[in-house]
């Protein structure tokens, strides 16, 4: 086979072989003698033992593999290549020219001069030295080649300059924007207390009472409808409601009806209203010890407001469990008030509706003081601060005039270096940051 290439075309070089490949090198120049040489090959294949051959252009890997194999044989035939492609790209044969490499004559065309000296040089350089780059020095070489390399890139193809760097870009600074503009907050505002924050509406009542049996200060409440209308709220007079369910339950009278049997006394669904029913009551549960499981005189009535705990029965005070007690509850004219808004409420509305409530009542320690009470729904936070700073105003409003008001604001203690880092996560800033950031490094090339 070697022979035959080299009859048809002269100047051939053997290449190499890799198996059952082999692989030569024809100049361009000779073109015109490859159509004979091919089809000698393909009418001679089964002579030649050629399964297949082909024809393709050197590529500028092959030529630095080539001069990396350092062999100046190697180095002399991929330069005539090298010229005759040149030849052959500029339309001229060019000047042959004498070149003496390791005491053998070389043809060369003069256009392939230079790069004949500069690959010798090249070469030549390296080796006389025997240094080769390490280190920084390696990482710094390999570095600037790859920006070369990509700026080389760049200019061919300016879609690729806007996707590799362009779009990123703006995808990181698209992320970072959408971070320094997303509501973080750093710690809890300031909240005015009143019940502008409540969401009123025509139907959210403030429930109010005055009780008292001795009224020497005059109408107290005289501005509450007023300062409750600023905040879409109306007020609810209650005080002759509670001053009859006061009367029906004074002396011998229980809801009305005059006492006569003590099983009248577990009528009561909230709270033992009557004086004698409350002693009675009292007293059969001190005997019972405060006993549960006591077979009390209401033990049978399963409407009795303290049918589930006899106990309770014995408290001076409403706990958690137990509502007030039957014992000193009755002196205090706000018990019938409370009675009031238990009969009347329900869990799932009242609360929400009415949200607060005032009453005035003597102190009954001494009957010439007045007690003023605000009440609230445990439907909000700060309805309690809000329900006591509105009364404050109220009887501001009162003694001086509708002019004047009391001003509250809760500030929030700083928030600690974990709330802070909660609502970081919360705020999906982050994660927006993320998502941007990889659709950014999506348009990088691998």
């Known amino acids: 086979v070697k022979e035959e290439v080299e009859k048809h075309v002269p100047s051939a070089l053997f290449s190499g072989s890799v198996g059952s490949e082999m692989a030569f090198i024809l100049p361009t120049e000779s073109t015109s003698l490859f159509a004979p040489l091919f089809r000698q090959l ?16 050197t590529t500028l890997e092959e030529v630095f593999m080539r001069t990396g194999e350092g062999t100046l044989d190697d180095i002399g035939s991929l330069t005539n290549l090298q010229a005759g492609s040149n030849s052959q790209a500029n339309g001229t044969t060019g000047a042959e020219e004498r070149l003496q490499v390791n005491g053998a004559d070389r043809t060369v065309l003069s256009s392939s001069h230079s790069a004949i000296q500069i690959v010798d040089q090249s070469v030549y350089q390296h080796r006389n030295n025997g240094d080769l780059v390490k280190g920084c020095a390696l990482k710094l070489q390999q570095f600037k080649a790859m920006i070369v390399k990509r700026f080389m890139n760049a200019k061919r193809d300016k879609k690729a300059l806007i996707t590799q760097l362009i779009l990123p870009l703006l995808f990181v600074l698209l992320g970072l924007l959408v971070i320094t503009t997303f509501p973080v907050r750093s710690s809890d505002p300031a909240r005015e207390l009143n019940f502008a924050n409540a969401s ?90 405060g006993s549960d499981s006591y077979d009390g005189k209401c033990a049978d009535e399963s409407d009795f407001g303290y049918f589930h705990c006899y106990s309770c029965m014995l408290k001076t005070e409403p706990t958690n469990k137990c509502p007030i007690g039957v014992n000193q509850s009755l002196t205090d004219s706000t018990t019938y008030y409370q009675e009031h808004v238990l009969s009347t409420s329900d869990a ?10 005032f009453t005035l009542s003597n102190n009954p320690a001494n009957e010439s003081q007045t007690l003023a009470r605000a009440w609230y729904s445990d439907q909000g936070y700060h309805f309690p601060a809000t329900s006591l700073n509105a009364l404050s105003n109220i009887l501001l409003q009162f003694y001086t005039s509708p002019d004047y008001s009391i001003k509250a604001t809760n500030y929030p203690l700083p928030n600690s270096a974990e709330n802070l880092a909660e609502n970081a996560s919360r705020s999906g800033a982050g994660v927006s940051l993320a998502i941007l950031i990889v659709y950014g490094m999506a348009f990088l090339a691998a």
């Open 42 to 57: 393909e009418q001679n294949r089964e002579l030649f033992g050629i399964n297949s051959f082909g024809v393709s252009v």
């Open 200 to 289: 009123a509406n025509e139907e959210t009542t403030g429930l109010f009472a005055d009780l008292r049996a001795q009224n020497t200060s005059g109408n107290l409440f005289q501005h509450l409808s007023t300062y409750l209308s600023q905040y879409n709220m109306r007020g609810s007079d209650a005080t002759a409601i509670v001053n009859t369910i006061m009367a029906d339950n004074m002396g011998n009278s229980v809801k009305g009806t005059t006492l006569t049997n003590n099983a009248q006394c577990c009528g009561y669904t909230n709270l033992v209203l009557n004086p004698q029913c409350a002693d009675t009551l009292y007293a059969d549960s001190l005997t019972a010890n």
């Open 348 to 357: 799932a509305t009242f609360f929400k509706s009415t949200i607060a409530g």
